[in-house]
């Protein structure tokens, strides 16, 4: 409890404190008139080097390149801040020489007195507090979901920083020590504390973001630099030469620290890019790259080598803002936003503005020099704002037209209102003159052309069907076949009177849609013609599945009417029907069977055990329960043989051992296994197939070969699969082998060996034995002949 209230204390003090100082703040920004000028001493002498927007400067018409003379009355020399801080801020009037005979006594105003323009109020006073309120809102309500949470307790004093250092910029702009001393204090803790949070955040991944030690370092070397500015701020100890320096050390411990974090960043989405926090990383990375990197390049890499800000920092600043978006949402989310997406999107957008941004920055230039000089600074700050209103401007009308374009134009919209009618359409089609039917209806809804035809392109006969008499169609006829060699299935093609579809190809032979002029005499417009494209792609895929459905039953039909070896391909199908089938009834056995024997079990367990039983309804009881467990055990071995678990994951060797370890415990006979290792990972079809061969023979074994020793041979050569198994039982005589009922097991090894397109030996006397020799091909050829690298979509 006085841990508690200490705490509290602590809290309400350290609230006390930030709300005085955001107050004095207030006050020196509405009290004292921003003079926004930057000064440079050269030879004794003080002149502008640079102008701050939205200052009193600019209204009273002071200019880059005049000399400050007085200040205050006094010689511009004797002024405190003038040679402290370089700065005329506070001054009440300051005599400026624009040349060698015009001077000009500007004075200003103190207090809230209405000579604030809107432009300053907006930039340092409107903007800072939004932010600030922006930044403490977020942290709030961080304490409030996350108070017990280290990285959300970081997090919120991160976002307290960068609003105070954003709030008090306008306090320093005017020389006021607090303000500075809000700057200097704050500013360097920032990169410290973002390498503190991801520490602690990546914690729950168990992700190291950076050593303790070089974060401390990192904070010890923030403390002296900070020590330093302070001093300098608030005492005459150090003179302003050597401030110079401490200045320099200041921002490039900002540019070291910002550094530090882009380069862990990369490093960690690097390491990771193939792992779940890939999209963390990038989002981290991108976040941080969008929110630092102005205010980096803009304001703090100019001011490290002495010059002038490229940006004022009133236009860089917002940037910050998609910090407490990004951070907020990775804490408080569970999901990560698609950063793949937004990126895209924003590279397609800074790519289209880019060369409009250059002309229009070109062109504003060009008017600036003529009326006043422009140096390349100038140039690069229109160019800036230019490029970053026409990338948002683009963004926006995204949006605009995602969200008010179909109310508005219902009409351009109705095309796809059309695929989705015809994807619903064809998804009951069966047939191809149903597809053309679906086709042709919608073509006739939305498109008024004078004619709708399906063809038949053959380039090896050299001809079209069907076609007419008349030149137009003659003409088109003669035109494909000139052209046949450049069709794309799902293509369009431009033709002397319309435009073709090319919905599906046989063999050499092409499906093509004419679609005939439109009865108005217009040409297509771009959404008729990425409507007919996306038709066109629809068709195909329905039209290529249509046909190898078609081709599928021709085979079997053809399959069914030939006396002679069954194909492998069909064979393949089957045994993957059957394997399926095996899989569905060895679910619902487990699912329901086996539970409901598992529920009886447990009641007649629970009803021996709570209920006095007589000694023989006791005995009568334990036999039906040992009958229950028998039948359990029986499913379950039904179970795996139906369809062994993790047989894909065990891989060849490991399910032959199961089986062997399982048979071993069950028949009278001794198993040698004798595998090789594998060196290249079968498929899961071949590893059922030598699965489903091993079951059959030792099955056999143990039911016909009267056998004491059974050996296994397997392993895997260059181009095939070797297995080899040999018995001493009785043997048979291979010759007069029937698929019999007594020897169905082997008939049906055989198939299931030719399935895969190898070769099996059945080797045996009567008294001798049985050897069978098995040789399957690694790789199978079978459905090439009907133009298809592979056929394992039959199977699938």
Not at 354 to 375: F, Y
Request: aromatic share 12%; glycine share 4%.
């Amino acid at each position: 409890m006085r841990n508690i209230h200490t705490k509290n204390i602590l809290t309400s003090l350290f609230l006390l404190i930030l709300v005085a100082l955001l107050l004095y703040m207030t006050l020196t920004v509405v009290r004292e008139p921003f003079i926004g000028l930057e000064v440079r001493a050269q030879d004794g002498k003080y002149f502008v080097e640079a102008i701050e927007p939205a200052g009193q400067a600019i209204v009273k018409g002071i200019k880059a390149g005049d000399e400050i003379v007085e200040v205050n009355g006094a010689p511009a020399a004797d002024y405190h801040n003038l040679n402290k801080f370089f700065s005329v801020e506070k001054a009440e009037s300051i005599l400026v020489r624009h040349d060698a005979t015009n001077y000009d006594l500007v004075t200003f105003s103190k207090g809230w007195n209405g000579e604030h323009s809107g432009s300053e109020l907006l930039i340092q006073l409107y903007l800072p507090l939004s932010s600030l309120l922006l930044f403490s809102g977020l942290s709030f309500f961080l304490y409030r979901k996350r108070k017990d949470d280290r990285a959300a307790f970081i997090l919120m004093l991160f976002f307290v920083i960068i609003g105070l250092s954003y709030y008090s910029s306008a306090a320093s702009y005017r020389s006021d020590l607090v303000g500075y001393t809000m700057i200097y204090v704050a500013i360097p803790f920032i990169p410290s504390l973002f390498l503190l949070f991801m520490n602690n955040y990546l914690r729950r991944y168990d992700v190291e973001f950076i050593r303790k030690f070089w974060l401390n370092a990192l904070f010890v070397i923030s403390g002296i630099v900070q020590l330093g500015c302070l001093i300098y701020v608030w005492t005459d100890l150090i003179p302003s030469e050597v401030f110079i320096y401490i200045r320099m050390v200041y921002y490039g411990t900002l540019l070291a620290g910002n550094f530090l974090c882009i380069v862990l960043l990369v490093k960690r989405y690097l390491y990771h890019r193939r792992t779940k926090l890939n999209s963390l990383f990038k989002i981290t990375l991108t976040s941080h790259i969008v929110a630092f990197t102005p205010f980096t390049l803009m304001n703090v890499l100019p001011l490290f080598f002495g010059s002038s800000q490229v940006l004022p920092a009133a236009f860089t600043a917002p940037f910050l803002f998609v910090l407490p978006v990004v951070y907020f949402y990775l804490l408080m989310s569970n999901q990560l936003f698609d950063i793949d997406f937004i990126l895209t999107r924003f590279k397609y957008y800074t790519s289209l503005a880019l060369i409009p941004s250059i002309i229009v920055a070109l062109g504003v230039a060009a008017i600036m020099k003529s009326q006043s000089s422009i140096n390349w600074i100038m140039f690069l700050q229109v160019f800036v704002l230019v490029y970053a209103s026409i990338t948002l401007l683009l963004y926006l009308k995204e949006q605009i037209d995602h969200k008010f374009r179909p109310r508005l134009f219902k009409a351009m919209y109705s095309y796809q209102d059309s695929l989705d009618r015809f994807s619903r359409k064809i998804a009951r089609v069966m047939k191809r003159a149903d597809l053309e039917a679906v086709l042709r209806q919608e073509l006739n809804e939305l498109l008024p052309v004078n004619r709708i035809d399906f063809l038949l392109i053959d380039p090896t006969d050299a001809v079209v069907t069907p076609i007419g008499t008349t030149l137009e169609e003659q003409g088109t006829a003669i035109f494909l076949l000139q052209v046949v060699d450049t069709f794309k299935v799902g293509e369009m093609v431009e033709l002397p009177h319309g435009l073709g579809l090319v919905i599906g190809r046989q063999r050499s032979r092409y499906h093509v849609v004419w679609i005939g002029s439109k009865s108005n005499h217009t040409r297509f417009n771009s959404d008729e013609l990425r409507w007919l494209k996306t038709m066109a792609n629809y068709a195909s895929i329905v039209f290529e599945n249509l046909y190898l459905i078609e081709g599928l039953i021709e085979d079997l039909e053809s399959e069914v009417r030939k006396e002679q070896t069954t194909s492998p391909w069909v064979l393949r199908l089957l045994f993957c029907l059957s394997e399926n089938e095996r899989r569905k009834l060895a679910a619902d056995l487990h699912d329901s069977a086996l539970q409901d024997q598992l529920l009886w079990y447990r009641k007649l367990e629970s009803i021996m055990m709570d209920h006095p039983l007589s000694d023989k309804l006791d005995q009568e009881l334990e036999e039906i329960k040992e009958g229950l467990l028998d039948v359990i055990h029986q499913i379950r071995e039904t179970c795996n043989e139906l369809r062994p678990p993790l047989l894909k994951e065990m891989g060849v060797v490991e399910a032959v051992e199961s089986i062997v370890e399982h048979s071993q415990m069950r028949d009278n006979f001794a198993i040698d296994f004798r595998p090789k290792v594998f060196e290249r990972e079968l498929n899961e079809e071949q590893i059922t197939a030598i699965y489903r061969i091993v079951q059959e023979l030792l099955r056999n074994a143990a039911k016909h070969s009267q056998a004491k020793q059974v050996t296994l041979e397997l392993e895997q050569r260059k181009v095939e699969i070797y297995f080899r198994y040999q018995d001493d039982g009785i043997g048979m005589d291979v010759d007069y082998m029937k698929a019999s009922f007594e020897h169905m097991g082997l008939s049906g090894i055989k198939e299931r060996v030719a399935s895969l397109e190898g070769d099996v030996i059945f080797s045996s006397k009567r008294g001798n034995g049985l050897e069978v020799v098995i040789r399957l091909p690694e790789t199978m050829t079978a459905g090439r002949e009907r133009g298809l690298l592979r056929d394992s979509y039959l199977i699938s």
